[in-house]
């Protein structure tokens, strides 16, 4: 395939897409504070918050009790994993009727990679087209942002939010990202973030300026690369057939556990999920992991590999807790337990008759 | 015993029953040919028990006699004979066997025909005529679906069905299903089904390449034994006893893409893709993708890769229907039934990735129906 004459990559992404689907499906719901999440009356934690609740400071990733505190009248709505996966794909279809470089991030992001596809002079109609027919064909709206690399565009998406549109020209790539916060740069965690301000580097540009060999030494081979990333020179292609690296499944316990029968109970849901999953995604791993979080905090992962792959239910349930098992101890309790496999195996000739 | 007969006959006759003849037996006379005179022919028999051919070839017979002979020491030595008359000769009460052919001379210790195993004889049970190239089709269709060794003896055989005036065979191996009907020209008496060794079909099929006259199929009235009578030669097997599992249920009633496709366009894309799939456990990807314009000529691509080889696609012009599809087969599986497919065209239906794909050819020969189910592979695409 020719080079393209230069690149463009947009970043789209869905505004509070979990809370808009419900507000879509329940009229009642609209206009209201409103959040997805696990059980109200537990430990759940807020999944998506629509945007009349983040005006009271609820966002994702809290403690559902904090939301109720935040603002008690709250509309809570348990998720539908389901119906918001099916909404995504009809999204997705839609990016995919523009290019066929569609890197879905999730359900309610994608990169796409619109390099031949448009005309320089064309990209701002082109964006506002995307935002246009989604809106149009599934109620839903979206914040795009665009730019010559992944790491460009998905910045100017974040920073666009909501119902947002924000296109950085090839050539600006430095003037937009120099004055921004070096934390809104991927792989900029809060440690990182910690560690480079010490060194007074609190903008993306003080970081693009900095030293290649401190910044090696200091982060590895991870250095580099967030060099690159802050001079807006990645080369990062869109991967349409990203690549799923694990199946997973999670649950933060009503209260803590310690009791066997209880954490293998639930331990054999997870493993049930997972499996499910596993084979609508036609997946196959060799390796079985579990995570547990004690009711500390601490949290810690174990792991099993095996000669073949697998993607039922009682097997990654008996692996699951059997790992589970050599970390019980009298007095001790979890409050968070998951279970996931990985290590997908490639390729496995199917039967006609199933095994006996 | 003296007979003479011609090199080639002698050689072809050996050919003939050489695959019945045992190796590695308990029986060390089963490694032998039992050669007879037989009302002016000369009879050749092997046998390992399970199998029995015979075969007649033309000769001429001055004294009538029997004698068991190495059967491959024997087949050796007349396959390097010059293609000439072959003279046979037993003096009374010897085990000797001379054979002279040209300026060469062989004198072959046998043992006694006595001991060697008598063919069995079927007089009582089914009878049913075929046309001789309906059955070879049907054979070779058919046979090569079968397991070669499993757990499963019944996989390793064919289910023989006559049902009115239809004749079906069917393999499986677990991981490919063949089903072949043909019509036979006249009903069966009483319908029938048995389920025949795999092995023993291409034998009659081989054997029986390039005769016109019908084969007779008898079955004995216990369902123990098979016996296929041919113009020269008698092939008498053991039945696999047991169930052959339902195949009916093993091919899909529908589909969500169908594409026709051209077998020898297809046959060639899979031989190019199975070199680079060698490596990477045979995988061979087909993508199938309506066509846009008006004319609706979609497209079908038969892709491989290896990580150390590097990849190779070839792509098809197909009449695809429904939707866009992608299924991965064992290029083995795939070229197998391409092979016997041979040409013209062929419908290939897919339901998901993980679902069995069927073909079917679109103009089969005048009275006969085929299809062919393949597991596919899982793979990550």
């Known amino acids: 395939m020719p080079r393209a004459p230069w690149r463009y990559i947009l970043h789209a992404d869905l505004d509070a897409f979990y809370a808009s689907v419900e507000q879509l499906d329940n009229p009642e719901y609209r206009g209201l504070p409103l959040v997805v999440g696990g059980s109200v009356s537990g430990r759940g934690v807020v999944a998506a918050a629509s945007y009349e609740a983040r005006k009271y400071g609820i966002h994702s990733a809290m403690p559902m009790r904090t939301a109720v505190r935040l603002y008690p009248e709250i509309v809570q709505v348990l998720p539908r994993f389901s119906r918001y996966r099916e909404v995504s794909g009809q999204v997705m279809g839609i990016f995919h009727r523009l290019t066929p470089l569609v890197e879905p991030l999730s359900l309610d992001e994608a990169y796409l990679d619109i390099s031949r596809q448009v005309p320089s002079d064309m990209l701002e109609e082109v964006a506002r087209g995307l935002k246009a027919a989604v809106k149009e064909e599934t109620g839903l709206v979206i914040t795009v942002g665009g730019g010559s690399t992944k790491t460009i565009s998905k910045i100017a998406s974040q920073l666009a939010k909501p119902d947002g549109l924000m296109l950085i020209k090839p050539g600006d790539e430095r003037s937009f990202l120099d004055p921004l916060d070096v934390d809104l740069l991927w792989g900029v965690g809060p440690k990182t973030a910690e560690i480079l301000k010490h060194h007074r580097i609190k903008t993306i540009g003080e970081l693009a300026d900095s030293d290649l060999v401190w910044l090696s030494r200091t982060f590895g081979k991870r250095g580099p690369e967030l060099k690159e990333r802050a001079s807006g020179l990645e080369q990062d292609r869109v991967e349409p057939f990203r690549e799923t690296k694990s199946v997973s499944s999670e649950v933060t316990l009503p209260k803590d556990v310690g009791e066997r029968t209880a954490l293998e109970k639930k331990m054999e849901e997870l493993a049930q999920e997972v499996a499910v999953r596993l084979r609508k995604e036609e997946l196959r791993g060799k390796t079985i992991w579990v995570k547990l979080r004690l009711a500390d905090f601490t949290t810690f992962t174990r792991q099993q590999t095996f000669n073949s792959a697998t993607d039922d239910a009682e097997t990654i349930f008996r692996v699951a807790r059997d790992l589970m098992r050599r970390e019980l101890r009298p007095g001790l309790e979890f409050r968070l337990l998951g279970v996931g496999v990985t290590n997908f195996q490639e390729s496995s000739q199917l039967t006609m008759f199933p095994t006996e | ?381």
């Not at chain 2, 998901?352 to 592979?377: D, F």
Request: proline share 6%; aromatic share 4%.
């Open chain 2, 1 to 381: 015993m003296k007979v003479s007969c011609l090199q080639e006959n002698l050689s072809a006759g050996l050919g003939d029953v050489g695959r019945a003849v045992a190796s590695r037996t308990p029986l060390p006379i089963t490694n032998n040919v039992l050669i007879a005179t037989d009302n002016g022919r000369l009879k050749l028999s092997a046998t390992n028990l399970e199998l029995s051919i015979t075969s007649w070839i033309g000769a001429k017979v001055e004294e009538e006699g029997v004698i068991a002979v190495p059967a491959r020491l024997l087949t050796e030595f007349v396959s390097s004979l010059p293609s000439e008359q072959v003279e046979m000769s037993l003096p009374a009460r010897s085990r000797s066997l001379n054979v002279k052919c040209a300026r060469f001379e062989a004198n072959i210790s046998g043992a006694d025909p006595e001991e060697f195993p008598p063919t069995p004889t079927i007089s009582d049970g089914l009878e049913v005529e075929i046309a001789s190239d309906v059955l070879q089709m049907a054979i070779q269709n058919v046979a090569f679906a079968a397991a070669t060794e499993d757990s499963r003896p019944v996989l390793t055989g064919v289910q023989l069905e006559l049902k009115g005036d239809t004749l079906l065979l069917a393999a499986a191996d677990g991981f490919r299903l063949a089903v072949h009907e043909a019509k036979l020209g006249s009903a069966v008496p009483e319908d029938t089904s048995v389920i025949i060794p795999a092995k023993t079909l291409s034998e009659v099929s081989r054997i029986a390449s390039g005769q016109e006259e019908p084969i007779k199929i008898m079955v004995n009235a216990g369902k123990t034994q098979v016996l296929f009578r041919l113009k020269d030669a008698e092939i008498v097997s053991q039945l696999i006893q047991g169930t052959f599992p339902n195949y009916g249920q093993l091919i899909p009633k529908d589909f969500a893409t169908r594409a026709i496709i051209d077998v020898s366009e297809f046959a060639r894309a899979t031989r190019a893709a199975s070199i680079f799939a060698r490596d990477g456990s045979g995988i061979v990807r087909l993508q199938m993708t309506a066509g846009e314009g008006e004319d609706g000529v979609g497209t079908l691509s038969v892709s491989a890769r290896s990580e150390e080889v590097g990849d190779d696609e070839g792509k098809i012009d197909a009449t695809v229907e429904g939707e866009p599809a992608k299924i991965a087969f064992n290029s083995k599986y795939l070229s197998d039934v391409l092979n016997v497919l041979g040409q013209g065209m062929v419908a290939l239906e897919t339901s998901s990735p993980s679902s069995p794909g069927v073909l079917r050819p679109m103009s089969p020969a005048e009275g006969t129906t085929y299809v062919h189910v393949v597991m596919p592979m899982f793979v990550q695409w």
